[in-house]
């Protein structure tokens, strides 16, 4: 079964795209749209959704008969958070909880191919609401391997958070987390469950955790971007 994801397919696929990207030269020919569907595990509409999101943002260019082009180097924006979430409202003086909504056992092609293995792999998704003084700040899904969370205590990550229960079971090792961070307006959906009017602005982040052992976890949240701090941090590709 495939999960049900927080954010758009589009977004996340258009993450991996970015990443192939980052490793050619200006006027390289981008993978074709086929064979990225494959790599992926998902529609061609996805891709040519993603596609388009990245020719939006200026990675790439659109040439009939030829195909999409990669346009760099560019000026590149990297958003980074300054603080993890429980260090920024620590700092801030705030009251915060996690709460874990759920957790739900599931297999997926596109979730393995950003782990790097097999399609077969259960994992496991953590759906969690993150609270500042009461207020829903974070509405969050992390996918874990299923024989990762099967070491965990699940109340021990809902009481000490996921970074600080992973480092007690020894699996965070050198670890190195890298954040993707889109502004997005919530749904209809989303903004019912965080009790605004729609449209409100929000930040979507794309966090994968990985050590010397590789991807160990893959988070996708949507966050009010009023309750955490960043830094933008520009640099020529």
Do not use: W
């Not at 749209?33 to 790439?60: D, F, N, P, V």
């Not at 209809?188 to 994968?208: A, C, G, L, Y």
């Amino acid at each position: 079964m495939e999960s049900k994801h927080l954010l758009p397919k589009y977004l996340q696929v258009s993450e991996l795209i970015l990443e192939e990207i980052r490793g050619l030269q200006e006027g390289d020919k981008l993978t074709p749209e086929l064979m990225l569907k494959e790599k992926y595990q998902c529609s061609r509409s996805t891709i040519r959704s993603a596609i388009a999101y990245l020719i939006e943002r200026g990675y790439l260019v659109s040439k009939q008969g030829i195909g999409n082009i990669v346009t760099i180097p560019m000026l590149r924006e990297e958003v980074e958070p300054t603080l993890s979430f429980t260090q920024d409202v620590d700092k801030k003086g705030l009251e915060h909880k996690t709460i874990i909504e759920k957790v739900d056992f599931i297999k997926s092609g596109f979730i393995a191919n950003v782990f790097g293995i097999a399609a077969d792999e259960e994992f496991a998704v953590i759906s969690r609401r993150r609270y500042v003084n009461d207020y829903l700040a974070v509405l969050e899904d992390t996918y874990l391997l299923k024989s990762t969370f099967n070491l965990l205590d699940i109340g021990h990550v809902e009481q000490v958070g996921l970074y600080r229960a992973l480092d007690d079971i020894g699996m965070t090792g050198e670890m190195s987390i890298k954040e993707k961070l889109t502004p997005i307006i919530l749904n209809e959906e989303q903004s019912k469950i965080f009790d605004v009017n729609e449209p409100t602005p929000m930040m979507s982040v794309i966090r994968i955790g990985s050590n010397e052992h590789g991807v160990f976890e893959y988070t996708v949240s949507i966050t009010d971007a009023g309750i955490l701090e960043f830094t933008r941090n520009m640099r020529r590709g």
